[in-house]
């Protein structure tokens, strides 16, 4: 039973997220209480006075360009020539791997950021090559650790750095400020943060402590860049300002979409750009890059669509040369529509299934896939998200395995959505509510907008909008009070007159010099 939602009640949910209240930039932890971070500091450090060769090797989603970026920046900013490598998803798969270490024959020492906490096999190559590693990381670690000079990974047993959800960027910048200091010179870190902002959303790190302060600061030092990336991309936008939706939505799907189409080094180009007129030309090619990724992923979710089984607990769905680069978003989409974990499978000409997986709910995906590992070639991932690759003629016995571990888990089907907060009467809603609510942004992982509910809701109008009818715009009515709403990406029909229950957020609709309140429809139920 969901509640009766006061303005008493949603603030103490609200402040119940944040239990060390709102950080500032003085409560950011020291780098030194990083395992390794003074080490390989020093290493840096003694490699820069040798002239040694240096070289970056970053990963191609956001977080893994803006940490190749920052690392960039930094070795120009102090007129150091290093290399750096961006591994290609479809030629060399993830991080640093064996394909990676020709490529980089002749360097004395090399950093990975946003990955190589799993690289067992290419580290041992680099010694092999004579090759020093320090490695930069912020996922869970593997087993067995690979070989390196240094390693740091806030998920270390023995790491005193106070926070275990913080993202690739993050330890970049944390490294840049240590070898700053180190070095003894003057470099405005503010500057850097404004990257490091596009990447904690970007990588849906929680919204909390020091990440919601970073995230804040870094928007403001977006609003104000004279980054002649971020410039560009206010001209596309047509604003003057940057919200963190703005962000999540539009900024890091663009700077996504290299790596997903093509090859992530463009989005490295893009971000790094010297001049307005390089940054505008880099710009039109990722928004060549996301227009094709828009088309690829609905064609490809069209065609999943179509194959759901709906007494599937776990749905499975392949088809011949999906596009490897989209297959996560689309199993995300298939996921949220049926309300169930989804795995997209795309096969190639050797017959092999490689693909993605989303869960949904309270289902861990990634130990119901685990437990039929002797079916999979390649397996990684988490609760919430997996990759894996398998033999075509193992694939109905591998969904076997997925159901009966699903059933084994017990997993309750949730039909109450967690992120709704309460029950709201249309009469409720009002500035004073909206304002409540800002004073918690910014919105997104750890943190979500406020989800309400409204119950005996009316559909006095509804039409569709968007070029191609893919959206609905809904006047409601609740107790004589309306209320506008728009629902976007579906193609769910209604009837005027009928009586819905409706979740929704509240957003504040600037038009004109007027703001008014509208609700953004998550979902309506007959």
């Known amino acids: ?114 990955n190589g906490i799993s690289a067992v096999v290419a580290a041992k190559l680099c010694t092999e090559a004579g090759i020093e590693l320090i490695i930069t990381d912020h996922h869970l670690l593997a087993p067995e650790l690979p070989e390196a000079y240094a390693i740091i990974d806030q998920k270390q047993e023995d790491c005193d750095f106070p926070y275990s959800e913080v993202c690739g960027a993050q330890i970049a910048w944390y490294l840049i400020a240590s070898v700053k200091n180190a070095l003894s010179i003057k470099i405005d870190m503010m500057s850097y943060m404004e990257l490091v902002s596009i990447a904690i959303i970007a990588d849906m790190m929680p919204l909390q402590h ?74 039109d090619r990722l928004i060549e890059f996301n227009t094709l990724r828009k088309s690829t992923e609905q064609s490809i979710t069209e065609k999943a669509m179509q194959q759901v089984n709906t007494e599937d607990k776990v749905i499975v769905v392949y088809g011949e040369d999906w596009h490897e680069g989209v297959v996560g978003i689309v199993a995300a989409r298939v996921s949220r529509a049926y309300e169930k974990p989804c795995i997209v499978l795309s096969q190639n000409e050797d017959g092999v299934l490689k693909g993605s997986g989303r869960s949904f709910g309270a289902c861990d995906l990634f130990t119901i896939t685990s437990g039929a590992r002797e079916y999979l070639e390649k397996f990684g991932g988490h609760s919430a998200a997996i990759g894996l690759s398998l033999k075509k003629e193992n694939l109905e016995a591998f969904k076997i395995i997925l159901e009966k571990n699903y059933h084994l888990g017990n997993y309750i089907e949730e039909y109450e959505d967690p992120e709704v907060l309460g029950k709201l009467h249309f009469k409720d809603i009002n500035f004073t509510l909206t304002n409540l609510v800002k004073q918690y942004e910014p919105y997104g992982q750890g943190n979500p907008t406020p989800k309400f509910i409204s119950t005996n809701v009316e559909i006095l109008q509804v039409d569709a909008m968007g070029k191609e009818g893919e959206h609905l715009r809904f006047n409601f009515s609740q107790n004589d009070i309306h209320m506008q709403g728009v629902k976007f990406k579906t ?20 038009f004109r010099g007027n703001v008014t309140l509208q609700l953004m429809i998550d979902k309506v139920t007959i």
């Open 1 to 114: 039973m969901i509640p009766l939602l006061t303005l008493q009640a949603l603030e103490k949910l609200l402040k119940q997220r944040f239990e060390e209240g709102f950080l500032s930039l003085k409560d950011l932890p020291h780098p030194s209480t990083f395992k390794d971070m003074d080490r390989a500091t020093q290493r840096i450090v003694k490699a820069i006075q040798r002239r040694e060769k240096i070289t970056i090797i970053g990963d191609y989603d956001v977080d893994g360009v803006t940490s190749t970026t920052l690392m960039k920046l930094f070795f120009e900013e102090i007129d150091y020539p290093i290399q750096w490598i961006i591994p290609n998803r479809f030629k060399d798969g993830y991080g640093l791997s064996a394909t990676i270490i020709s490529r980089i024959k002749g360097t004395d020492l090399a950093i990975t950021v946003d």
């Open 210 to 283: 020091i990440n919601r302060v970073m995230v804040i600061r870094g928007i403001e030092a977006l609003n104000s860049s004279k980054r002649p990336a971020i410039r560009a991309f206010f001209e596309h936008a047509k604003k003057e300002s940057l919200s963190a939706e703005d962000i999540g939505f539009f900024l890091a799907p663009l700077i996504n979409s290299a790596g997903r189409m093509e090859d992530a080094s463009f989005a490295v180009d893009f971000l790094a750009s010297t001049n307005i007129y390089d940054a505008r030309v880099r710009l």
């Open 491 to 510: 193609r769910e029909s209604f009837n005027v007159g009928e009586k819905v229950t409706i979740s929704y957020t509240i957003n504040e609709n600037y």
